[in-house]
């Protein structure tokens, strides 16, 4: 394989755009082995286990209680330089009413969910220039969330773990102004992320749909064009081997394993770090949604439905305008 270089001529603000988003991928993939491996060597696990054991104790339901974000964390030159690289743009369509709290939904998932983290977990984008009086809450798989200090890490940029407690403690805040952020497709649509691909695994995800019932929070639909174009995945069709593997690990773990590559830091050829391609996310009209505290199956169908509608309606109506081709349509498995 002929491996392409990247040229010793980049002018130093790429440089800087492909060193923030290998910090990222980096901090996904390595940052929950660091402090342990950093501790070993110092010989000094013990005490800084102590530590960190007494501070996780003290602080152990602000995950599930809104987590903690950190202002100066989410408006760092790192994000805006990641920011740069795709590039990535916040696109908003209708008003947001911050005396309302919302339920996001964000599709597609994609490998590492890029457009999600940095248009919610950070100012990057702009989100609170675009929607004035809304704070987001990105959901996260609850496991990372168990791993010291990669827990605060994700706190400082207003993650929170992806269980209903958490959740409806964002939605039941009085007075408005919150989003709960969801990647919809979670961790097995990852499964499916590659580029030209529009396959959403929705169908018969409803739990969000009834949590926004039990709180009256109108739903939001999110699509996010160029997500899937960020890597390439290796072939993993249903009924393969691999593809069995990785249903069993996720069964297992409660993570998907996706084995993606794309390009590196200094060349363009192969690697961990994303394709240069901009990303769109496109944040589309709010869903009246009536409040039912206990809702019926019939009626949660019925919502979710017009969600999907709704969904199909924003892909349709902003395809063109970035670089899909008119006859390609979402697919829902």
């Not at 040229?7 to 923030?20: F, G, K, N, W, Y």
């Not at 339920?103 to 702009?126: D, I, Q, R, S, Y």
């Amino acid at each position: 394989m002929k491996v392409e270089f990247a040229p010793l001529s980049i002018p130093l603000e790429r440089r800087l755009q492909t060193a923030s988003v290998a910090h990222w991928v980096f901090s996904f993939l390595g940052l929950g082995k660091i402090y342990f491996n950093v501790s070993l060597e110092k010989k000094q696990i013990f005490h800084n286990g102590v530590l960190y054991a007494t501070w996780w104790l003290l602080d152990w339901d602000t995950p599930s209680k809104g987590g903690r974000r950190i202002h100066c964390i989410r408006n760092s030159i790192i994000w805006r330089h990641m920011k740069n690289y795709f590039p990535v743009t916040l696109v908003k369509t209708a008003e947001l009413d911050p005396s309302k709290n919302y339920v996001v939904g964000f599709h597609p998932h994609g490998v590492l969910v890029a457009g999600a983290f940095l248009n919610f977990c950070t100012e990057a984008t702009g989100f609170s220039q675009l929607f004035p009086g809304l704070t987001p809450h990105m959901m996260m798989l609850t496991l990372w969330f168990r791993v010291p200090f990669f827990r605060d890490y994700l706190l400082s940029g207003g993650l929170i773990p992806s269980d209903k407690d958490s959740a409806s403690y964002v939605l039941r805040r009085w007075g408005g102004g919150n989003v709960l952020a969801i990647a919809v497709g979670g961790a097995q649509e990852a499964l499916d992320a590659r580029p030209g691909t529009f396959t959403l695994l929705l169908k018969n995800r409803k739990g969000f749909i009834r949590l926004a019932m039990e709180h009256g929070a109108p739903l939001v639909p999110v699509f996010s064009f160029g997500e899937n174009e960020l890597f390439d995945q290796v072939n993993n069709p249903e009924g393969s081997w691999l593809r069995r593997t990785q249903h069993c690990l996720q069964q297992i773990m409660g993570i998907s394993l996706p084995l993606f590559h794309a390009r590196g830091m200094f060349q363009y050829s192969f690697g961990l770090l994303p394709y240069r391609w901009p990303i769109f996310t496109v944040v589309g009209k709010p869903i009246k949604v009536e409040k039912k505290h206990n809702p019926s199956q019939e009626e949660v169908d019925r919502l979710h439905q017009t969600y999907i509608e709704e969904l199909c309606k924003l892909f349709e109506e902003h395809k063109t305008k970035y670089n899909v081709p008119e006859d390609r349509h979402l697919e829902f498995i």
